[in-house]
Nanobody, 127 residues
């Protein structure tokens, strides 16, 4: 089992920044890809960014390219999402998730590929 705990959410004005953190514990060696998803009220879960834990390749949704940056600290088993130039449409619950080896491709934001999920952290951007 892998446990994921997100932190860093909050309320910010449009144009502001937030940095989300995801702390992983347990059998983290079974995972090869970490991703961030978000879900706004009444909408489906949307992939935002992902990172290959081994090679470090990163992938982004078009809606956040140039504004969000995903990174990792392997020693801490942590993944981060730096969010800049935030917009009201970025308001959502943000989730950290992990794909296990053989569980799917890191460059596809397919929720069904992600076996482990955190509880989420709320991000609210006001205009």
């Amino acid at each position: 089992q892998v446990q994921l705990v997100e932190s860093g959410g909050g309320s910010v004005q449009a144009g502001g920044s937030l940095r989300l953190s995801c702390a992983a514990s347990g059998y983290t060696y079974t995972t090869y890809c970490m991703g961030w998803f978000r879900q706004a009220p009444g909408k489906g879960r949307e992939g935002v960014a992902s990172i290959n834990r081994g090679g470090g390749s990163t992938y982004y949704a078009d809606s956040v390219k140039g504004r969000f940056t995903i990174s990792q600290d392997k020693a801490k088993n942590a993944v981060y999402l730096q969010m800049n130039s935030l917009k009201p449409e970025d308001t959502a619950m943000y989730y950290c998730a992990a794909i296990v080896w053989g569980g799917g491709y890191c460059d596809q934001f397919n929720v069904y590929n992600y076996k482990y999920w955190g509880q989420g952290t709320q991000v609210t951007v006001s205009s």
